[in-house]
T-cell receptor, first 112, second 110 residues
Framework: DGGITQSPKYLFRKEGQNVTLSCEQN?????MYWYRQDPGQGLRLIYYSQIVNDFQKGDIAEGYSVSREKKESFPLTVTSAQKNPTAFYLC???????????FGSGTRLTVV | RKEVEQDPGPFNVPEGATVAFNCTYS??????FFWYRQDCRKEPKLLMS???SGNEDGRFTAQLNRASQYISLLIRDSKLSDSATYLCVVNIVQGGKLIFGQGTELSVKP
C-alpha cells in the first residue's frame, strides 16, 4: 500500500541534543512538508521541498534543518538551537500544490 | 490578521443536530480550498475539497464564496463519530504550500 511513514512515533530528547525525525513516502509525490503542532494550536510550516535537492524555509525554520537527497525521503533534524522543541511533528506530501496533502501519523517529541 | 481564520469553538451539539463551521481567508489569490478532520492526537485527514459551485458528500456540504473570501462546512444529522477538530485549509499557489486554520473542535453528545 502506498503511504507516508514517520518514525519514531515517540522521541525523547535531552537538552542540547540534536535529533532526526524520519519521513518516507512511496506515493511518488514531488512535494514534501514538515509541520509542527502545539497543543490546542494549528499547524505551522517548518520546511518544504518541491523537488529533490531543493527546499525552502517555512514560517518557523529556526532551529531546524532538512535534506532532500531522494524523492522518497525528507528527514527533519531538530537542533539544539531550537529552544522549545516539545511538539507533535507532522510530515506530509502532495503530488501538486493544488491537491490536498497526505500526512504521516506524526512524531511526538519531548525534551527531558 | 491571520491568513486563515476559523470559528474558535468548541461546538458541543447533540446527536442528530446540524452544525456549521465558518472560515475566512485573507489572500484573494488563493486557489484551492479544503476541509481536513483531525482526531485527538492523530494526523489530519482530508475530508473534502471545496469547489466554487459547492459540493456535497453524504451528510457533509462545503461552500465557497470567493467574493467574500469565505468557506463553510455543514454537517447534517451529526454522529458521535463526527467528534473531532475540523481544519480549514487554503492553498496560495505562489507559495506552493497549504495554510491551515487553527481548527474548530466539535463534540457530539448522545
Amino acid at each position: 500500500d502506498g503511504g507516508i511513514t514517520q518514525s519514531p512515533k515517540y522521541l525523547f530528547r535531552k537538552e542540547g541534543q540534536n535529533v532526526t525525525l524520519s519521513c518516507e513516502q512511496n506515493l511518488n509525490h514531488d512535494a514534501m512538508y514538515w509541520y509542527r503542532q502545539d497543543p490546542g494550536q494549528g499547524l505551522r510550516l517548518i520546511y518544504y521541498s518541491q523537488i529533490v535537492n531543493d527546499f525552502q524555509k517555512g514560517d518557523i525554520a529556526e532551529g531546524y534543518s532538512v535534506s532532500r537527497e531522494k524523492k522518497e525521503s525528507f528527514p527533519l533534524t531538530v537542533t539544539s538551537a531550537q529552544k522549545n522543541p516539545t511538539a507533535f511533528y507532522l510530515c506530509a506530501s502532495s503530488i501538486l500544490e493544488n491537491y490536498g496533502y497526505t500526512f504521516g501519523s506524526g512524531t511526538r517529541l519531548t525534551v527531558v | 490578521r491571520k491568513e486563515v481564520e476559523q470559528d474558535p469553538g468548541p461546538f458541543n451539539v447533540p446527536e442528530g443536530a446540524t452544525v456549521a463551521f465558518n472560515c475566512t481567508y485573507s489572500n484573494s489569490a488563493s486557489q484551492s480550498f479544503f476541509w481536513y478532520r483531525q482526531d485527538c492526537r492523530k494526523e489530519p485527514k482530508l475530508l473534502m475539497s471545496v469547489y466554487s459551485s459547492g459540493n456535497e458528500d453524504g451528510r457533509f456540504t462545503a461552500q465557497l464564496n470567493r467574493a467574500s473570501q469565505y468557506i463553510s462546512l455543514l454537517i447534517r444529522d451529526s454522529k458521535l463519530s463526527d467528534s473531532a477538530t475540523y481544519l480549514c485549509v487554503v492553498n496560495i499557489v505562489q507559495g506552493g504550500k497549504l495554510i491551515f486554520g487553527q481548527g474548530t473542535e466539535l463534540s457530539v453528545k448522545p
